[in-house]
């Protein structure tokens, strides 16, 4: 009886102590990472940054640009939470015994309206800094942004059907 009172008790320690193994170390705001990884949280504009000052453009055009990207965060945000918003309604619509289909329809166009802002405000944004910076900053972009692709695409291996030629 003491035997198995002993392994009971060794085997709930062992499953206690198991979630707290599991716990996220130290420095972190638990949250998981992104496709920057754990240790560098937001490091996607950092990359952008980085970008901009190898290919030459200067430090008030750099802030210029910053800020502009920081209100289009904002407003993608917004825009975020206003589609999650109609997922939400829409979910409790299907829950319905009987769904109304105009409803559904409305939601769903809403939502691709609302996407389809989202899509043209990133590639206005784009536009409006290529187009500002000077011809020699937009090729060392271009060529950065192609080096960048490609070291991806050697990490990632090729896509199925793709010829190695491709990649190049």
């Known amino acids: 009886m003491k035997k198995v009172i002993k392994t009971f008790a060794v085997v709930t320690l062992i499953l206690c102590a198991v979630p707290l193994m599991a716990q996220r170390g130290p420095g972190r705001k638990g949250k998981h990472g992104g496709p920057e990884g754990p240790e560098r949280p937001g490091m996607h504009g950092v990359m952008h940054e980085m970008l901009l000052e190898e290919a030459g453009v200067p430090e008030a055009k750099r802030e210029e640009i910053r800020k502009k990207s920081h209100e289009i965060h904002k407003q993608m945000m917004e825009i975020n939470f206003e589609i999650r918003e109609l997922r939400l309604k829409s979910k409790k619509e299907y829950e319905k015994?009987?769904?109304?289909?105009?409803?559904?329809?409305?939601?769903?166009l809403k939502i691709a309206e609302l996407r389809k802002k989202q899509f043209l405000m990133m590639g206005n944004f784009k536009i409006?800094?290529?187009?500002?910076?000077?011809?020699?900053?937009?090729?060392?972009l271009l060529e950065l942004g192609k080096r960048?692709?490609?070291?991806f695409m050697n990490r990632m291996g090729p896509h199925p059907g793709m010829e190695p030629d491709e990649m190049d």
């Open 128 to 140: 409006e800094v290529h187009l500002s910076l000077t011809p020699e900053q937009r090729e060392k």
């Open 148 to 151: 960048n692709r490609q070291k």
């Open 97 to 108: 015994k009987k769904p109304s289909e105009k409803a559904l329809k409305d939601l769903n």
